[in-house]
T-cell receptor, first 113, second 114 residues
Framework: AQSVTQLDSQVPVFEEAPVELRCNYS??????LFWYVQYPNQGLQLLLK??????LVKGINGFEAEFNKSQTSFHLRKPSVHISDTAEYFC???????????FGQGTRLTINP | EAGVAQSPRYKIIEKRQSVAFWCNPI?????LYWYQQILGQGPKLLIQ????????DSQLPKDRFSAERLKGVDSTLKIQPAKLEDSAVYLC????????????FGSGTQLSVL
């Protein structure tokens, strides 16, 4: 079975500063990894995903994440954040194919002007 | 393209009452999911449908929760009777594939059980 741990429940940063949201996973099989974003009063939206191939994955809104198999991590990064990035971010993992998607607890990103 | 529609947006009930949530997925999406998101936690899968068949309901509390997807399109999730611990946001999602590569989520139904 897969599991996900998001190491920070809240991350406050200043506008235009870089940010990293940390995610570690546990799995005994090959995995697919995802980051979803939930803006206030909206549903979750896929930010980016790793299925195979290049370990550096680029997503929407300038975000990127790096799959590190040896450290079982999939940290999300953005070099310069904007007020509009204020949201809850969820890391998720599933086994290959149609296996269940398991979400982490979420990290609330707050951008201060 | 219309997104995943859910209703109602909010629901307040007393414990032991029953409640139902409705979801209409994106047109053509064969896979439909119901997730429960308790405050401060990530979404937890309750049930997954492929067309109108159940793929995974291992985490659905079947003594009180039921779900159906008639004709492989929209779906209803029911709780009867509700408990205090059922207070959560119930999210519906759909996908055009049989894998989890990309899910489209609705805005959810926020349930408060008093």
């Amino acid at each position: 079975a897969q599991s996900v741990t998001q190491l920070d429940s809240q991350v406050p940063v200043f506008e235009e500063a870089p940010v990293e949201l940390r995610c570690n996973y546990s799995s005994s099989v090959s995995v697919y990894l995802f980051w979803y974003v939930q803006y206030p009063n909206q549903g979750l939206q896929l930010l980016l995903k790793y299925l195979s191939g290049s370990t550096l994955v680029k997503g929407i809104n300038g975000f990127e994440a790096e799959f590190n198999k040896s450290q079982t991590s999939f940290h999300l990064r953005k070099p310069s954040v904007h007020i509009s990035d204020t949201a809850e971010y969820f890391c998720a993992v599933s086994g290959e194919g149609a296996q269940k998607l398991v979400f982490g607890q979420g990290t609330r990103l707050t951008i201060n002007p | 393209e219309a997104g995943v529609a859910q209703s109602p947006r909010y629901k307040i009930i007393e414990k032991r009452q029953s409640v139902a949530f409705w979801c209409n997925p994106i047109s053509g999406h064969a896979t439909l999911y119901w997730y429960q998101q308790i405050l401060g936690q990530g979404p937890k899968l309750l049930i997954q449908f492929q067309n109108n068949g159940v793929v995974d309901d291992s985490q659905l509390p079947k003594d009180r929760f039921s779900a159906e997807r008639l004709k492989g399109v929209d779906s209803t999730l029911k709780i009867q009777p509700a408990k205090l611990e059922d207070s959560a946001v119930y999210l519906c999602a759909s996908s055009s594939t049989t894998t989890n590569e990309k899910l489209f989520f609705g805005s959810g139904t926020q349930l408060s059980v008093l």
